[in-house]
């Protein structure tokens, strides 16, 4: 993890988050995905903790999967719909692994200045 790296990834993370949620309000289920995003990449693996993320059959209070969409979108730099799974299939693993980690911290920090909102579940 590169300090540098992550204050780099930071303007951009706010971009794509104020894009994504026009209104500067998060769900907080994102808060708790993006916390333990990095925990599972260093635990499970690069391609079974992204295989977790893009599952569209779980059931969670937010879909997953966006939080993977938000950030191949700071990775690859456009708003094209790609599978960050399939992203990581076709590229170096070991390298994207790094980057992925560190745009997930700067996803994490930037999320700290929205304001979150709870779910019907979480109340």
């Keep these: ?12 993370a706010l971009k794509v988050l104020d894009r994504t ?12 995905y993006i916390s333990s995003f990095g925990a599972s990449v260093i ?3 690069l391609l079974p903790t992204l295989a977790l993320f893009e599952n569209t059959n779980s059931s969670t209070k937010e879909s997953k999967e966006y939080l993977s969409y938000i ?10 719909d790609v599978s960050l799974l399939r992203y990581a299939l076709d ?3 070991a390298l994207l692994k790094q980057q992925i980690l ?19 579940k979480d109340e």
């Design 1 to 12: 993890m590169s300090k540098k790296n992550i204050e780099k990834y930071i303007p951009e």
């Design 21 to 32: 949620f026009d209104n500067g309000t998060i769900p907080s289920a994102y808060n708790g």
């Design 102 to 120: 560190d745009i997930a911290v700067a996803i994490k920090l930037s999320i700290r200045t929205f304001k979150l909102k709870k779910g019907e």
């Design 71 to 80: 950030i191949v979108q700071i990775l690859r730099g456009s708003s094209e």
């Design 91 to 93: 590229n170096n693993q």
């Design 43 to 45: 635990q499970s693996g």
